[in-house]
C-alpha cells in the first residue's frame, strides 16, 4: 500500500521527548512524515499544501481559506480542536479524530486528589511542617479542626459528564459517595450505566458538599456557575473547577470565598499565569494549582498515541476509535 504524506505539526518539545520517540517513529511505518512546529496559517500552508492528513494541537486553526488551498487534504487528526473548526472540516467532509481524551485520567485523578486535599487540609499540614509552624493534636479530639472532614459517604455532584466526569464517577466509588450529575447533552442510559443520578443544575448546587466542575467550555456554558448557583451552594461545601475558568463568574465567586463559608480548589482562571497580586492567593479557604491537571507525560503520550492508531485506521480503511462525529461538537471548548 502507498504510504500516505502525513504532516505532524507539534510544539518542538513533543519531538524532543524521549517518551514520544516510538509513537512519533511508528508512524513512518505508513507514511511519509514531515514535521514541523508553525503556529501560523502563513507557515504552515507549503507543507499542509502537500499533505493527506495533518496531526496537531488545535492551531493554527484551519480556515476555509486555508482549506481553499489544501485540496489533498483528507484527514485531520487534533489533540484538540474548537467547535468552530471541527464544523468547517466536517462540512468539508475531511474526517476528524480527536485525541483529548487522553488527558480524561490525569484530570480526572487531579480532581480527586484536590477533593482529598481540601476537605483533609494536606496542604495546609504540608506548608506548616515545611515552615516548622504546625500545631500537633494534643487534647483529642477538642483541638481537631473542624473544617478537616473526610470524603467517604458526601453527596457529590458532577457538572459535565463526559470523559473526565464518568472516569471521576468510577474513581469515587470506593468512597461510597451518593453522586448527581449535570449535563444536558448525555443519554439517559450512561447515567444509569454509572448508577449516578441525573438532576438540574440548580438541584445539584443545592444538595451537593462537593462539587467538580468538568464541562466544556463554549457559547452555551459561558458562567454556567453565575451568581444565584455561588450562592446556592452550601454553607462548608468544597467546589473544584480542573475544568475551565469561564465555567464560572469569577467575580461572584471571590466575593462569596471572602466571606469563608466556602471551599475552593481551582485548577484554572480567568487570566493565566494567575496574577500575583490575585486575592486568590491570600485566602485560606483557596486551594491553588497552576492549571496541571492533565499535563503529565502519561497523558502525552497517550494523545499521541490514540491519534497515531485513528491514522493508521484510516491509512488502511478500518474504524477509528477517536472520530468525531457532529453529535460530540458540543463537547467542544468554543
Excluded at 19 to 44: G, H, P, W, Y
Excluded at 126 to 147: C, G, L, N, S, Y
Excluded at 196 to 208: E, K, P, R, Y
Aim: glycine content about 6%.
Amino acid at each position: 500500500m502507498t504510504k500516505m504524506n502525513l504532516l505532524v505539526n507539534l510544539p518542538a518539545g513533543f519531538f524532543a521527548a524521549p517518551r514520544l520517540t516510538d509513537v512519533l517513529e511508528s508512524m513512518n511505518q505508513f507514511a511519509t512524515v514531515t514535521r514541523t512546529s508553525c503556529n501560523s496559517a502563513a507557515e504552515i500552508l507549503p507543507d499542509l499544501q502537500k499533505a493527506d492528513a495533518v496531526l496537531m494541537w488545535s492551531w493554527p486553526r484551519l480556515t476555509e481559506e486555508l482549506l481553499d488551498q489544501c485540496p489533498m487534504l483528507k484527514f485531520s487528526a487534533n489533540i484538540d480542536i474548537s467547535q468552530t473548526g471541527a464544523r468547517t472540516l466536517l462540512e468539508r467532509g475531511i474526517p476528524i479524530s480527536v485525541s483529548r481524551r487522553g488527558f480524561s485520567p490525569a484530570v480526572a485523578e487531579m480532581a480527586l486528589a484536590l477533593m482529598l486535599a481540601t476537605l483533609r487540609r494536606t496542604s495546609n499540614h504540608h506548608a506548616a511542617m515545611w515552615q516548622r509552624t504546625e500545631k500537633w493534636v494534643t487534647k483529642f479530639p477538642d483541638d481537631i479542626a473542624k473544617e478537616e472532614r473526610q470524603l467517604t459517604g458526601r453527596k457529590v455532584g458532577i457538572i459535565g459528564f463526559g470523559a473526565v466526569g464518568q472516569r471521576l464517577a468510577e474513581l469515587l466509588v470506593p468512597f461510597k459517595c451518593p453522586i448527581q450529575i449535570y449535563d444536558p447533552f448525555l443519554p439517559e442510559s450512561v447515567s444509569a450505566d454509572f448508577g449516578v443520578q441525573s438532576v438540574s443544575l440548580d438541584s445539584l448546587v443545592a444538595a451537593a458538599e462537593v462539587v467538580i466542575l468538568c464541562a466544556a467550555a463554549n457559547s452555551g456554558s459561558k458562567y454556567l456557575l453565575e451568581q444565584t448557583h455561588i450562592e446556592a451552594l452550601q454553607k462548608g461545601a468544597v467546589l473544584v473547577n480542573v475544568a475551565r475558568a469561564a465555567l464560572v463568574d469569577n467575580n461572584a465567586l471571590l466575593e462569596r470565598l471572602k466571606r469563608g463559608d466556602l471551599y475552593a480548589a481551582l485548577d484554572v482562571f480567568d487570566k493565566e499565569p494567575l496574577e500575583a497580586d490575585s486575592e486568590l492567593r491570600s485566602l485560606p479557604n483557596v486551594y491553588l494549582t497552576p492549571h496541571r491537571a492533565g499535563g503529565i507525560m502519561e497523558s502525552v503520550v497517550r494523545i499521541i498515541a490514540y491519534l497515531a492508531e485513528d491514522l493508521y485506521a484510516f491509512h488502511v480503511g478500518s474504524e477509528r476509535k477517536y472520530a468525531l462525529t457532529e453529535a460530540m461538537l458540543p463537547s467542544l471548548d468554543g
